[in-house]
C-alpha cells in the first residue's frame, strides 16, 4: 500500500504541512503545474547538503580522533554519496511522495538514484526549518549511525592511492585526473572525471563532487587494470 503523506509527516513531526510538501516537488513538475504556486526542492537540497556534510563531519571527527584527515575524509564521501542517500531515501519511501512530471514518472524518476538523494538533502533541510539542528541531528542519527559503525577497513580505501600504487609499479608519474564534462545547475552539479595515466585515458567516473568523481574514475580504473 502507497505511504500517505500525512503519516509520514506525523512520524517526523512536522508542524509545517506545505514545508514537508516542498521537499518532494521536483522541478520538472512546476512546468506542467504552474499554477499550483509551488516551489520546487532545489533550495532545500541546497541547505540540507551543506547541514548533511556538517554533520558527518562533526560525528566522524568525535568518533575517531585517532584517524587522519584523509580517512575521515574518505569515510565522509562514502556516508554521503549519492548511492548512500538514495538507499537511505529509498527505505524511507520517500519516492513515493515525489511530484514528477509525466516525461520523469515514464522514465523511472521515482527511483533514480541522483534524484532520490537530493530529495533525502531536501528532507534534511526542510526538518532543519521546521525543529531546528537538535531534532535534525536525531533524525540523521538514526540513519547513519549503523552505516557509520558499520564501516571497516576495506570499505577506507582509497581508490585514488590504490590506483596510484599500481600505476607507479609500471611507472614513474602518477595518475593525473581532469575533469570532462559538468552537468546541471551551480548548486547541483555533476561531475565527470577522467583519469590519465600510461598516455591514456583508463577510467571515467561520475559524481557530484570532483573529489567523488576522481574516487569514482579510479575505482573504474583498478577494474580494467
Do not use: C
Not at 19 to 39: A, Q
Not at 91 to 105: A, N, Q, R
Not at 182 to 191: A, I, V
Amino acid at each position: 500500500m502507497k505511504p500517505n503523506i500525512k503519516d509520514f509527516q506525523k512520524k517526523l513531526g512536522f508542524s509545517n504541512p506545505d514545508l514537508l510538501k516542498t521537499v518532494f516537488v521536483h522541478r520538472s513538475y512546476l512546468n506542467e503545474h504552474k499554477n499550483e504556486n509551488l516551489t520546487s526542492n532545489e533550495r532545500l537540497e541546497f541547505l540540507g547538503d551543506s547541514i548533511l556534510s556538517f554533520w558527518v563531519s562533526q560525528k566522524l571527527y568525535l568518533l575517531y580522533p585517532h584517524l587522519p584527515e584523509g580517512t575521515l575524509t574518505n569515510m565522509r564521501t562514502i556516508l554521503v554519496r549519492t548511492e548512500t542517500l538514495a538507499k537511505i531515501a529509498e527505505e524511507l519511501k520517500l519516492g513515493d511522495f515525489l511530484l514528477l512530471s509525466l516525461g520523469e514518472e515514464k522514465s523511472g524518476g521515482r527511483k533514480n538514484k541522483s534524484l532520490l538523494a537530493n530529495t533525502f538533502e531536501a528532507l534534511v533541510g526542510a526538518i532543519f526549518l521546521d525543529q531546528g539542528l537538535e531534532k535534525t541531528a536525531n533524525f540523521l542519527a538514526k540513519q547513519f549511525d549503523k552505516l557509520i559503525f558499520s564501516l571497516d577497513e576495506k570499505d577506507l580505501k582509497d581508490y585514488k592511492s590504490l590506483l596510484q600504487e599500481k600505476v607507479q609499479t609500471k611507472e614513474k608519474e602518477p595518475p593525473q585526473y581532469k575533469v570532462l564534462k559538468e552537468e546541471g545547475p551551480d548548486h547541483n552539479k555533476l561531475f565527470v572525471v577522467g583519469v590519465f595515466a600510461f598516455g591514456k585515458l583508463i577510467g571515467t567516473g561520475k559524481g557530484r563532487s570532483k573529489q567523488e568523481a576522481e574516487e569514482n574514475a579510479a575505482k573504474n580504473a583498478l577494474v580494467n587494470f
